[in-house]
């Protein structure tokens, strides 16, 4: 008796916690890549958003986006010529209102297939029947996520002799939308060590004032 009671204390527990969650903040998620390990861009200050069914979202086919659009690089197309395995691309998908438009804007992140390493960020915004892209970082372990409404891209920094495993440090940039283009308002540094890490803000000094 005493073990079904806690169970079932267990069972209470775990829906009150899962009652708990936030939400997304109007953000939604979908990996299309399930069987590839995370992404090596993505760490502790990148952002996860929970999935929410509420969104309101047309589905968008991001690897047709990408394959047709003249502002992804050619690695990054020919990363996406063919699926890992099966039919999964190393691609992750996020919908959220970043640009402050009619409808969702796309969030596409895009890793090797090898070690999930990210290769390309972009942000496309809905323009009547089509989508512009307006957002695009082709740096090596780049990974862009939403927080707090608004668009925040992480990237590992490696030194010389570094491991694709074990980054020496990581940037992470926040921006804005200012109505017609993202201007990064916000930089934080860290630098990975063995006793701990540091880390100092520094804030973009070009952003324009609210």
Known sequence: MKSGAAIAGVAAVSLLLAGCNPG???????GTASSAPAP?????????????????????DAVELMKHDPKVGADVKKSLAKPCAAEEYPVEVTYAPLTHGKDPDVVVNVMTCA?????????????????????????????????????????????SGDKV???????????????????EYARYHTDYSKTGATESATPDSTAPED
């Open 24 to 30: 997304g903040e109007g953000v939604r998620t979908e």
């Open 115 to 159: 070690d999930s390493v990210g290769i390309g960020s972009y942000v496309y915004r809905k323009n009547g029947s089509s989508y512009d892209n307006v957002f695009t970082n082709e740096q090596p372990s780049v990974y862009a996520g939403v927080n707090k409404g608004e668009l925040e891209v992480s990237k590992q920094t490696y030194d």
């Open 165 to 183: 495993c074990c980054a020496s440090g990581e940037d992470v940039m926040t921006y804005r939308w200012t109505g017609s283009r993202f201007v």
């Open 40 to 60: 090596t861009g993505r760490s502790a200050h990148a952002p996860s958003p929970s999935p929410s069914a509420s969104v309101a979202y047309e589905k968008v």
